[in-house]
């Protein structure tokens, strides 16, 4: 890793609290989808565990490269913990169109926000830079089966992924 200014290294470090803090949060949404699911919407259990497999892979990756980086986990966890859940279970519970429309709205703003990190850190961060790539992939696919899912797009669906875009996209890099 080059010598970075310390706004760059602030950066970096806060890339990686914010990436770890949305990964966990993705955890709780896939947990409280799983479930609902598992009650309710059987068929979606498998895609949703696939899922839930690689966010919890991905939290570990972002975890994993906290120490060197100055980083910690974000102070209020709990936060991601609870908002994460509430909203997996709630958008569970209005069937699988709510379970992908949660989801595609919740992946769309990661891809964006992955995008804007991998611009900023090609040239102060190719460890981190190169961790980013290969977890946007999996949460690109992610993207595309909610989508390939959703049967409609219909005006309470659309206000739904909107509300979860506006509570999910925060600041951008």
Known sequence: MPDLSNQDALTVARIVRVNHAGEFGAIRIYSA?????ERLWPKCVPSLSEMLGHERNHCTAFRAAMPSRNSRPCRVMQ?????????GFLTALL????????????????????????FFLTSRDREL????????????AHLHHAEQQLVSSG???????????VATDGPRL
């Open 155 to 165: 005006s309470l669906l659309n206000l739904l992924r909107a509300m979860i875009s």
């Open 95 to 118: 069937g699988p169109q709510g379970i992908w429309a949660c989801t595609a709205a919740v992946e769309a703003a990661v891809h964006r926000h992955l995008d804007d990190q991998l």
């Open 79 to 87: 936060f991601w913990s609870w908002g994460g859940w509430l909203l």
């Open 33 to 37: 989808q799983i479930f609902v699911a």
């Open 129 to 140: 830079h190169d961790i980013i790539l290969s977890i946007r992939e999996e949460e690109l």
